[in-house]
């Protein structure tokens, strides 16, 4: 059946079957490869994508169900000049090893620090606690969140 | 220039795709005319199959082929081992697909090639499989029983013992002061990626090439058996490494899969990708750690350790696969780890088991022998009333007694020898850097309803693996220098620290440095990959060779130039320059290539030392982290960065094998922990609070960098530092933990029967 959604700010119309996952849509219909399926049940967060400006796990949802919604991708919060602030963080804090969660940990992350750019290690921990991640052990990760809030604060707050 | 990029923490270069989603991992590839294999998996821990009738499914729109044992002339090939590879092993190696029986849940039956995962999945349930169910072997209790048979031909389940021994382990228990004897056991678990395995092959019929992309840790190794299995020459099948998300030991080694996926694209002529699911991950990636050990230890009064006998068994599951005998001759070997223990005999006996079969994991053998052995000397230290720390202080190999023969190990006698290293000096490192004399002072307090437990413990890190490594440099048309490599990369880093050697080896910037190139087939003549903590020192190693041939080429080359002796040329970062006023830059010698080669027969060991202080609250059984510290020399240091990240990765994954990580099987050899939520990893907010020194103290004196394997330094001795914190927390309930994981359950258990005791 026929499926328009907007993502990273193109509107798409695909052929999709019911019985599709949104993550499968997303990778093998769009080609949008960098969101990762590591479980296909919800508990790894490695398919986590920005749903209408929510962190969600794109294998638990159908592809229909995404009808006429926003949705923003790893790609979407990528560009091709320079890093983002988040991401350069994950590098420079080496939380990045084999680069497979890294995708969902970005996505989990921005939208954490979008609505609270002001959370604690503490929150941050919990929030993630929800993606795993096989290789880091999570300490850098959480480093490399914290050390990013900055960017996400509203300028007059800066210092 | 003098270039200083090895010994810094120089970020990586492979960040830069993976933080933007732009890895490239096999899953990601998309050729046209692509077809989807799905895996039929034996729901039988034991069974004979009956038949198999896909007539049914074949005919199914959308289904290009099933395929089985039958479709394979001369029957199903076998997998050979890769490590250790003798012949009393043979007769338990795992043939591609299932032809008569069936030894595991998850053991590979048919294959169905459709348009489709969904399709194929679909088709699956039009298979029907006549098995008729035999009793399953669960457990090495069972397998030792004898009396269910997983090979009737072989009359028994013991597919090998192996012993390590130095000195004369009888006489010296016999005339010991003092002697304690016990039994541990370990868990099952494994080295779970986060992506799951995956094959994607493409058959070219016209010229007789195959191409295999998925391929991760040994390819050279797999394209030879490959060829060997399909009957091709070895050149006409390339394997591709692609990013790869986690190795852990698991990942790369030769499985069913890498046989019957390429198989398949020559069978249906088009392109053929499978994809794991986590489902069949858990039942057919390399299980690992299961074992259990009677070990016995003598001493003087005075703690000097004399004797160490013991006898291993080690839950083999169903096959021997490629480095399924890896982990049970380590337990033999390593059951010291960095003690000076003079006579030690230490047995090892491998058992076939209905259950996913074993391969290395992280550490193998040696995360289990640091959980015996620990265990062993905080029950040892309690006994003769010592402490801890003195009495592994006492027994550590010490300095001047390296480098330090390791037991003798037979069959398939290697003789080995550690390194260097001063293991007091780490551990009082690790000590001092723990604030290991204010802490202890908590030992067994109870405090707001947890009571508190330290602990210590020493390891070594076997690394750097022989035979071999191979690198070529190249010089490209702009002047840079492109590198490629034998060794392969799991998630560690291997662009950026191959860049860093190389750029300082050919003294220029970093940036001209155009890539670093890997694991593939093409790149090399000869690649051995990664494993055992190898890759840096053995790739690194190669590189530096490469290095000295490729200036001499471009020695030659410019010699002849300008008319002059090679011996005349002066190669720097800004070019090359001749007598006379005569120079070039690098981009004249565009194309010129140089290879170079590593032999190394010995291993470099790192060591360490780790400490732990845990809360227990003994109404629920709960353990907390509340301070982890590890400590580890590795040698020559590249970038303190990714080694960081190493120890602290391992780290939490040896947390999750002690406390959460559990395969459960029932009696049946059913499965019981299929999924995610069954089988429980670590995540972010479990272990806040650990620690990483990484020091280089001492070099590696075998290999030009100096450098040490250190990929498992964490994970070897989290194990036996968690369970002596426990013990050393529950002291008032006398507990002494003897299996692991401990999980809630076990320790609340554990604490009831101390109250009833008391
Ligand atoms: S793939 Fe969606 S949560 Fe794991
Ligand atoms: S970097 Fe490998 S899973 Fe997170």
Known sequence: ?159 | MRNSFVGSPVERREDLRFVRGRGQYVDDLNPDGLLHAVILRSSFAHGRIRSIDASATVKLAGVHAVITARDMPGGPPRIPMRLQPLPEFMPFEQGVIADTKVRYVGEPIAVVVATSVAVGEDALDHIVVDIEPLPAVSDCETSAAGDRLLFEQQGANCAMTFTAECGDADAAFKAAAYVRREKFRTGRHFGLTLEPRGVMAEWDAATGRLTVSGAAKVPFFNRRVLAEQMGLPEDSIAMIENDVGGGFGARGEFYPEDFLIPFAARYTGRPVKWIEDRRENLMAMNHARQAQVEVEIACAHDGTILALRGHAHVDMGAYMRTNGAVAARNIAQFMAGPYRIPNIRVKSSLWMTNKTPVGTYRGPGRFETDFFRERLLDMVAKDLRLDRVELRRRNLIPASHMPYPLPAIAPFPASDEIDSGDYRATLDRCLEEFGWADKAKLAGKLIDGRFHGLAVGCFIEGGAAGPKETARLEINPDGSVAVFIGSSAVGQGVETVFAQIAADALEIPMDRISGVHHGSTAYVSDGYGAYHSRSVVMGGSALLDATKNLHNLIRTAAAKRFGCLPSEIKISEDGIVGPHGSSARFADFAGLTAEGAFLNKKHTYTFGAHAAHVTVDARIGRIEIIDYLAVTDCGRIINPMTVRGQVIGSLVQGLGGALLEDLKYDKDGQLLTGSLADYLLPSASDFPNLRAVVTEMFPSPINPLGAKGAGEGGIISAGGVVANAVANALGAFGVEPRELPLTPQRVWEMVEAGRLAT
């Open chain 1, 1 to 159: 059946m026929p499926l328009s959604f907007e993502v990273n700010g193109k509107q798409v119309t695909v052929e999709v079957e019911p019985r599709m996952t949104l993550v499968d849509c997303l990778r093998h219909k769009l080609r949008l490869t960098g969101t990762h399926v590591g479980c296909e049940h919800g508990v790894c967060g490695a398919c986590t994508i920005l749903l209408d400006g929510e962190a969600v796990r794109a294998c638990l949802i159908l592809a229909v169900q995404a009808e006429g919604c926003k949705i923003v991708t790893i790609e979407g919060l990528s560009n091709d000049e320079a890093l983002t602030p988040l991401q350069a963080s994950f590098r420079r804090h080496h939380a990045v090893q084999c680069g497979f969660c890294t995708p969902g940990m970005i996505t989990t992350a921005h939208a954490l620090l979008s609505e609270e750019p002001d959370c604690d290690a503490d929150r941050v921990r919990e929030v993630l606690s929800g993606n795993i991640c096989r290789c880091t052990g999570y300490i850098s990760i959480v480093e490399a969140v914290l050390d990013a809030r900055s960017a996400y604060r509203p300028p007059e707050s800066q210092p």
